[in-house]
């Protein structure tokens, strides 16, 4: 355990070692170093240091920069990462449960963008200085930034001062193992933080969701249109839309609004004004309403900005909350099974035990496609998650490398029709679907059950706040309340 604890603290030292050791080295014969290194002002001493860049690559992520001051005068040290790359499209929110030791030495990439919490005391650390880590590493960097002047609280507000030294205590036994399991989150945005990914996923262990930014988070990001009041110099070049995202030539009709003309008719398309997530920039939003057969009405919907080429569809079910959850188990053996429809729709869990594979509600948003269409898609996003620094990344150790290329064959297989796996689908909302193939008929290769929901899924979906009934009486008789007090 000993080893375990004073992991965190030599990798963040060790990237001011890389940096450190790559300024010696020479990227080719022409002598051109690797570092770049700049003379700065130390912030403690106020007298001239040093500060060093490298450009890398690491596994689970992509090209950062390391950063390393050292002063020779005082000996302050401080080392941050930043992502090289440019702001994403979308923002992402990481979710991990940390279970066991092993959990705690997932690597984790914060930038200055992305807010951290600890879900199970409700700690969020905001937007700041990015990091480089692990668990273990940022919840004790977190426990000691919070144990910086606790002497001078103690002597001007003690009580304030005995609730953080229990939020101190919690926090360091969560970091060194003794205190599991708790869930942390990372929410950034920009799209540029990450969490390494365990090897074995089990449900609600661990969760990636990209979602659309709104307006107010791309104006903290530099990312709104600047063409109005806002001159040009206060806005960072660096993160301008317009060179983030080149304006494509458009070849779009004008738009128009025809959703309110009339009542809204299957297999009609209808199209209405919206703001594009990547480029914030008018874009149009299309919307179809499909009948699935032996199903419900679904609303299919399409988002094609002609600026910056941003595309995305979503699929959105409708109609009253069931009473039960719904819980889907399809059997694929053959290739007719792979061209089942699926819908899956954003609250729904996806899990198959075969290929040790699961995928949490809101991970992949609403879908309506194929087993195999839902299955590569799976596999596409989870590659470029793991392997977009090239080959997994240099750093990335043969034993993981070998887990992920074994699961990555697997689930090749499973989509290629090779093999006999079980999908299942487990949703609170029951608006996830699968294609019989023998329908009015049951198929004897899909089993539908209902199961009564949660408590916990309950509070997720917001369902112990609704009140469809009585809400009325209690309207009034708040009002009366009210009314008496005045």
């Known amino acids: 355990m000993a080893q375990q604890q004073s992991l965190a603290k030599d990798l963040f030292e060790d990237m001011g070692r890389k940096v450190a050791e790559a300024s010696a080295q020479e990227d080719g014969e022409d002598g051109t170093k690797v570092v770049d290194e700049i003379e700065s002002m130390c912030m403690n001493c106020h007298e001239d240091g040093t500060t060093r860049l490298l450009l890398t690559r690491i596994p689970f992520f992509r090209e950062i920069v390391l950063m390393s001051f050292a002063c020779p005068h005082c000996h302050f040290k401080n080392s941050e990462v930043q992502p090289a790359g440019e702001i994403q499209q979308r923002g992402v929110k990481f979710s991990l449960t940390v279970e066991t030791a092993d959990d705690l ?10 807010v951290f919490r600890v879900e199970d005391i409700d700690l969020e650390i905001p937007q700041g200085r990015g990091q480089l880590t692990n668990v273990e590493g940022i919840l004790a960097m ?12 103690k002597q001007v507000v003690p009580e304030v001062y005995e609730q953080l030294q229990g939020v101190i205590a919690t926090i360091r036994q969560m970091s060194s193992g003794q205190k599991l399991p708790f869930k942390i989150t990372i929410d950034d945005p ?3 933080s990450s969490i390494e990914p365990p090897s074995v996923l089990s449900a609600g262990k661990y969760s990636r969701h990209e979602y659309p930014r709104s307006a107010a988070q ?22 301008h839309a317009s060179h983030m995202y080149p304006e494509m030539p458009s070849t779009a009709v004008p738009m128009v609004n025809n959703v309110d003309e009339d009542d809204i008719v299957e297999n009609q398309v209808y199209t209405f004004p919206a703001s594009c ?13 499909v009948n699935i057969p032996h199903f419900k009405q679904v609303v299919l919907m399409s988002t094609v900005c002609e600026h910056c080429g941003y595309r995305s569809n979503e699929v959105k079910t409708g109609g009253a909350v069931p009473d039960k959850g719904r819980r889907i188990t399809v059997t694929v053996d053959t290739k007719e099974d792979l061209s089942r429809d699926i819908l899956k729709s954003e609250s729904c869990a996806m899990s198959c035990l075969e290929l040790n594979l699961s995928v949490e509600p809101g991970t992949l948003g609403g879908r309506f496609t194929t087993i195999e269409g839902l299955l590569t898609q799976v596999r596409d996003d989870l590659k470029s998650s793991i392997f977009d620094a090239g080959g997994g990344g ?15 064959h697997n689930l090749t297989a499973a989509i290629n029709g ?21 329908a009015p008929e049951p198929d004897p290769k899909i089993t539908v059950e209902d199961y009564e929901r949660t408590e916990a899924e309950e509070e997720e979906l917001g369902l112990r706040d609704m009140k469809t ?10 009002n009366g309340m009210t009314a008496n007090g005045a």
Do not use: H
């Not at 008018?282 to 919307?287: D, E, K, L, R, V």
């Open 105 to 114: 030495s997932r690597q984790i990439i914060k930038s200055d963008t992305a």
């Open 142 to 153: 977190v426990a000691q930034d919070l144990e910086q002047k606790q002497e001078e609280r």
């Open 277 to 289: 997530p990547g480029c914030t920039k008018s874009c149009a939003t299309n919307m179809k309403m």
């Open 469 to 478: 009934e009585g809400y009325e009486e209690e309207s009034a008789a708040t």
């Open 190 to 192: 920009a799209g540029n």
């Open 418 to 438: 090779e093999g006999k796996f079980t999908i299942v689908l487990e949703d609170p909302l029951a608006s996830s679907y699968v294609q019989s193939l023998t």
């Open 394 to 408: 240099d750093s990335m150790d043969s034993a993981s490398k070998q887990k992920w290329d074994t699961f990555f």
């Open 218 to 239: 791309n104006e903290a990001l530099g990312l709104g249109d600047t063409s109005g009041e806002a001159p040009a110099t206060e806005i960072r070049p660096e993160y």
